[in-house]
């Protein structure tokens, strides 16, 4: 029973050293010394290691590990004395074996674990000169870099030139990945040449505009500007997808001028889905509001309200929720009745929705 202990106790080292990122005796991990080439760690290393590369999640792991390998080596000393000498003196010195055995396992735990409980104990401790990963500044830096491209590239085609605004923007939907921003960058601002969003006029979105689909009004309780969509007054059998293009360009324009007035860079979407039926389920058209808000429009939406959304709805968000970037799915919460009014003052809603608001109070 003994051997069967150590044999769990060895297997549980090997895997918690796996966890917290190979830091084992056994066979230590090669890492970046400071002139480049790989060098093999030593407890030195591994106790200046960048322990900020260990996750939560990895170091509850090891955590569990660790204490199922001191739980192990406990009760293995007890049974191996105690099956050896069942006496009431046998068992008191399985007690005190087991005692030395846990005391010598947690000496010999590898040095990177408890580098890790230190950081964690401590909180974050200062990077070293010349070493760690300054987040903001790099960003900062990445952002500027854009900025000097596109500044470039603005003395042959003047539509080119960018701010840092929306530089930051565009490198936060592509998660920090600078030659992926440029590319979308460069494409934004070529469409928004050929297309000129800023540019359309109601004149041009008359039809659409008559059926009172959408419209901006008021502010949520961040200050956001709030656009309103009212699903139920749309019928893809009676729309002209072009139109409608249109005026979710229009649309989007307005609200955010509002919102760049106030000193914000997001707005907030409400979608009145009272009264949804299949008439409404136009995926053509989702699938190109989703992909224009997504590749023209990144990092623009700070909340979107699905309200009121009726059982019918669930089938439709199952089929398009899978469309929609994580992030921005992160920002889209369900309301039913009065929650609106938790979300967004009355005095800030369309005098038809305040009423619907109040009377389901």
Request: charged letters at 20%; proline letters at 5%.
């Amino acid at each position: 029973m003994a051997s069967c202990f150590a044999c769990c106790l060895g297997r549980d080292v090997e895997r918690s050293a796996a966890v917290t990122g190979g830091v084992s005796s056994r066979q230590p991990p090669a890492v970046s010394g400071p002139a480049g080439p790989p060098c093999a760690a030593t407890p030195a290393t591994m106790l200046k290691g960048d322990v900020a590369s260990v996750s939560k999640e990895r170091l509850s792991d090891a955590s569990q590990l660790y204490t199922r390998a001191a739980a192990l080596a406990l009760c293995g000393g007890l049974a191996a004395l105690c099956l050896a000498d069942p006496t009431r003196e046998g068992i008191a010195a399985g007690n005190g074996a087991a005692g030395a055995a846990l005391v010598t396992l947690l000496a010999l735990m590898p040095l990177g674990f408890w580098r890790i409980l230190q950081t964690f104990a401590d909180g974050p401790q200062p990077a070293a000169a010349g070493g760690g990963s300054a987040v903001k500044p790099a960003l900062e830096d990445a952002v500027s870099a854009l900025v000097s491209h596109f500044e470039g590239l603005a003395a042959s085609r003047p539509h080119m030139r960018l701010d840092a605004a929306t530089c930051r923007r565009f490198l936060s939907a592509r998660k920090g990945d600078v030659a992926a921003a440029q590319d979308m960058l460069a494409k934004c601002a070529e469409w928004r040449e050929q297309t000129r969003p800023g540019e359309i006029t109601e004149d041009r979105v008359r039809t659409e505009l008559a059926k009172q689909k959408c419209c901006v009004q008021g502010f949520d309780q961040t200050g956001r500007p709030i656009v309103w969509v009212f699903v139920s007054r749309h019928d893809k059998a009676d729309r002209d997808i072009e139109e409608l293009t249109r005026l979710l360009l229009l649309t989007m324009e307005a609200s955010i001028k509002k919102a760049e007035e106030r000193g914000h860079e997001q707005v907030c979407v409400v979608f009145d889905l009272a009264g949804f039926g299949v008439k409404c389920m136009d995926f053509e058209f989702v699938r190109r509001l989703i992909n224009l808000l997504a590749n023209y429009y990144p990092e623009r939406l700070g909340q979107v309200l699905l309200w009121n959304a009726p059982s019918l709805f669930n089938w439709f968000w199952r089929i398009v929720h899978p469309w929609i970037d994580p992030r921005t799915a992160e920002k889209i919460d369900f309301l039913g009745g009065a929650e609106l009014g938790l979300r967004v003052d009355e005095a800030m809603m369309p005098s038809g929705v305040a009423a619907r608001v109040m009377k389901q109070a």
